[in-house]
């Protein structure tokens, strides 16, 4: 028997798996990105925070919304991957020429989010002070 994923992926044509690395604490960024997604007319189905500092947020939202979604992960602080910023674009783009037809169709996306102290992130490279 498929599992619930390969379910979800079959149902839901615009089911999207994403990583992203973030340099904000995993227990606020999970709030501050279920806070968001609810405010953009989305629903998180289920959150999580690993101990090794990794995020995991499966949501979804009506695609009318998808440009909403998209800027408040950037928003958010996100760094996505390049495959995220094209699928996430591809949706946006996909969705604005067959408004009429798609826009209460359902996506939905599981984010993976990698999280690393600030200091880290800038670990080996020159810091600027201004």
């Not at 408040?72 to 760094?79: H, N, P, S």
């Amino acid at each position: 028997m498929p599992d619930k994923r390969a379910r979800q992926a079959a149902s839901i044509p615009w089911a999207m798996q994403l990583k992203a690395v973030s340099a904000e604490e995993p227990a606020r960024l999970a709030q501050m990105l279920t806070g968001a997604i609810l405010g953009c007319g989305g629903w998180v189905l289920s959150r999580g925070a690993s101990d090794s500092g990794t995020v995991t947020i499966l949501f979804e939202f009506e695609r009318q919304a998808c440009i909403d979604i998209y800027s408040v992960l950037i928003g958010a602080g996100l760094e996505l991957s390049q495959s995220g910023h094209l699928r996430i674009t591809e949706l946006c783009q996909c969705t604005r020429s067959h408004l009429e037809k798609c826009s209460l169709e359902i996506a939905s996306i599981e984010l993976e989010i990698h999280t690393y102290p600030v200091g880290s992130l800038h670990e080996g490279y020159p810091v600027r002070v201004m």
